[in-house]
């Protein structure tokens, strides 16, 4: 940090220069060659104060913004306040064709870019823009770099590289070629010469670093692979003891060096075009010029510090490398032509190094450029993770950034994967995201929005990373289990293991399934050493500080990558039992210290917190991880007779998983995701993962009480909600849903839910008995009652044949045990029993000796019976099962409820003696016609309103009892319905405008329709034939056609006038009628209407005048 006396001689020099420059160059007419040379020696020697702190290298935001206690930003806010020095350097200075001039302004132009927004400065100084491009091409080699340079930021914005377009097709390959020149001629001039005496410093006595060959690169003792006369001078001073290796003075040159536009020396002039280069090596239109010019050589020659000792011309070299590494082409041949050994070359830690991250991240980005990289060496491999591991812990944010993106794609191959874990790679990646600022600071510490944005981008990055690591683990462990289970069920055919070298891709949910029923026994790696790092704790400490901050870009995605993380870790138990726990919330809780684990998770999977799809249903993911883990019960255990395991049988550890989500009202939160309606595109999946996780969760006597009690189950809510998706295109989603519903109404109700019912809990309880009961009857006795019906009706001969092939017994009534009259009269809403008036009541209908035996009588002339007050409850026979368990009862679900209600009813064995031996000792006939009767009897007290006048049942149709009148109901008649309209709206009252619908389609609903085959003439009118067999119809052109009415065929034509005929009424035969002919005029009309007065109110005929088509509406022509 720079002393606050130099910061204040800078400004103060800097105001001086400003204000003298105002006096006499802007208002006056004084040469502004010294004051800008002055300014640009002020800030040249800031901006190498500033490099020396050693800023991140890839932060391109303005100084004072990146660090706002350096000297440099506030001299360069000064000098860029003043509007009209900006002008003048931009335009003014620039048009003047005087060399010196130029050459300065570009140098103070090139100093002030890294505070100048060049997209707005030179938008419409395309001038100024147009000469930098010729001096670009020009001989002044200090006007010549300044251009270049200054073009460099300018195209950096992608409109203004569209706008100099075919300037930069130009530019570049003159650039690539003037950089071959200048390597091939250092390559010629300079042979290597080390100063003198160097060769001693390389020694292994020199007590600063020791020299290891490892190959073509040499690497000292920490790593960093430096050239021979580099490490000489870096070691120079180890044993004089002033300055060791490790000190930050002598090694600072090496690592960032200097940065110095003047005087242009080779190496600025290598390291402007460069920077130029690095913009323009992203378009696809010159990359013809990258491999025509040979960029790759270049590139190679600046990574080899053999050759090249500036580490900022490396960083440069670097930059421009990433931006051509966008393009796989090239990528391929970059690989091809090891280039990635040249990475192992570059000193560690230096700038040059910190660039590697970009260049090694847009290699892990393409799949076919990982894969050349999978192939190479082991030891190729390790060194490139070991870089890439040395980043994560560099001190710059970029560089760990850039890491962590390599990892997230680079660890989906086993290949690299397998080397990560080799060299403790969880750990340090792990430690990126314990050591962010944003969760280790205390509460009421304040950040600057740009800090606040890269420590969200760097938790966000972190997260994506860890979740790549564990689903590769996830892929890889579950493709183990699944090659030993076909390995020990065919041990001869061949098992294929994951490749090396190709990225690993599979359905993490099935793998997240499989390894939720297989690892409760199994040791698996990756979720101990995230149990031993506290990674449950960390992930929920980031998942609550991020969930409580304002919205931003990216957030949904950070919870969402946390929680993808624990849920695949969730399927190993002691993780499981880690969620069970209490965890220590951030400071920025004070109210709140600690949190259990699993109500973070929930409140992640409620919408109240951070409304998002994708965030929910990874919630839910560790929900159902949690509460459908598997049970570990002991062979041969108890099951209910509802489908479930006895909670008796659990383990211990699902018991507690069980009732830690029950303590933190888990149940009330999945019930309420199960009716879910927004967000729109994700309701169906969450729904159906809610559903899951309730499954799972009715397993557990104890819940799946709770949930029997729930108006979901018992109302009927949760078969609406399984009628259709939220959003139809989600018809996946929804069978999934009615799949886990259909289940848990299962392990709930206790029987099958077929998915096309509706039904409530006490429907399927109660068809559930219906089904249990076992139907037994003799099939002798419904032929015994069809003889004797057919007997009763007279029908001898039929009822002899039928008992002699039926080999029925001769008795023509077959006595049957005790059901009563009473059993067919009592409504199945009763269920206290029956009351009779005496046990002489009880005699039954139609037994002889009664005068109720007739043939002919049936049960609805018997007498009613009288209430008493002796109670007492009839047992079921075999004969009212039959009854009440026809096809035609048991196909509803109300009949389903009548059988209940009657086998309900139990025999009460302490009624009085006498009372219960009248009842058995009476004995009945029974006939078809009393079953008849009593199964009529019990559909109709099945109707909603039952009357007691009823139209006659019918055997083939179902018998419903009409709806009552409403208050306000429309009356029937169409004359009283039009008069109430008047007084009431709604057409005369409720369903009036129905009942004018109907009264209109009745009365003018068409039969039948003849049509005019010739079409040539217009029907004008009609009439019957008195024997109504024809039909007559006039048309306009004099002719009457005959129709017969029930073929509705022509059968003759009568030409009778020439103009219309306009009536025709039948004679009393057939074969004649009375016409008349009148032309259309009222006087006609007049007496057509005196003259049929008398007969028009019997006529019932419309005709059509306008119209080849007449319709036969109801009996009339319409």
Known sequence: ??????????????????????????????????????????????????????????????????????????????????????????????????????????????????????????????????????????????????????????????????????????LVPILMRQLHSIIDERKKSSSKTNRPFSQFASSSENAGAVVMDTGDIQTNTHGSALPDHVLADSTSKGAGGEFSNSSWQEMEPLYIQSYQIYPVTPEVQQRLILSYLTPMGEYQELLPEVFQNRAMDIVFHYLDYQKNCDVRLGFAAVRYLASLLCHKKFGIEFINNGGLGKFLSVPRPSLAATGLSLSLYYLAFFEDTMERVCMQSTELLTELLNIILWLLECSHQSGRMHAVMFLSNALAFKAVLTIFDEMDGLRKLYNVLSTSQLLNCEAGTEFTDDQMYVFRQGIRHVAFALKKYYESHACIMADTIRQSVVAHHDRDSPSAELSPYKIMKSSVAEDLALLLECMQKKYWKPAVVFRNLNGVELFLKAITLIADMPAYNGKAESVRWLLDTLAVCSVYPQIQLELCKTVDLPDHFPDRLSSPAISIILAMADTDILCDAEVQKSALNIIINLVCAPSDKPPGSSVHRRGRSNSATQSPFLQSLWDAFRQNNGIMVLLKLLGIQAPLTGADAIRALACQALVGLSRSDGMCQIMSKLPLFNNGQLQVLMKEPVLQDKRYEQLKFCKYASQLIEQVCGRPQNLATDTSLEHIRKAEVVAQTKIIYKEKELLQLIHDHLQQKGLDKAAAALQKEANLPVKSCLVVAPPTTSQFFESPVSQHGLQLSSPGAMKPIGTPGTPGSSAGTSLSKSTPISQSSLRFHIKSSPFTSQIYDSPRVSGSAKHLRAKQDIRSLSCNISAKKTTLSAVTDASESMNLDKIITSYFRKQHALCKNPVVTCPPFSLYEPHVCPEPARKNVAPANLTARVLKHQAHQNYGGYDGVAMNRKYKYSRFKPIKTYKDVEKGSLYTCCTFSACEQWLMLGTDSGDLKLYNVQAGEEAETYNCHNSAITHAEPSQHWSSSSRTSLFVHKTGLHWLDDLLSGWLAAVNIVSLGDSTVGSLVDGQLF
């Open 1 to 170: 940090m720079p002393s606050s006396s130099n910061q204040i001689d800078a400004l103060a020099a800097t105001a001086a220069l400003m204000e003298r420059w105002n006096r006499e160059c802007y208002q006056g007419s004084a040469t502004p060659i010294d004051i800008l040379k002055s300014l640009c020696e002020i800030v040249e020697q800031q901006t190498e104060a500033y490099f020396k702190t050693d800023p991140d290298p890839f932060d391109d935001r303005h100084p004072g913004r990146a660090d706002p206690n350096c000297t440099l930003g506030h001299v360069l806010k000064m000098i860029l306040k003043n509007d009209d020095f900006i002008r003048s350097i931009s335009h003014t200075y620039l048009s003047r064709d005087q060399s010196d001039l130029n050459v300065i302004t570009c140098r103070v132009l090139l100093n002030l870019m890294p505070g100048l927004e060049a997209s707005a400065v030179f938008k419409d100084e395309t001038s100024s823009v147009n000469k930098f491009f010729r001096w670009a091409e020009g001989r002044n080699d200090q006007l010549k770099s300044y251009s270049i340079g200054i073009l460099s930021y300018i195209m950096e914005c992608q409109e203004n590289a569209s706008v100099y377009k075919e300037q930069n097709h130009k």
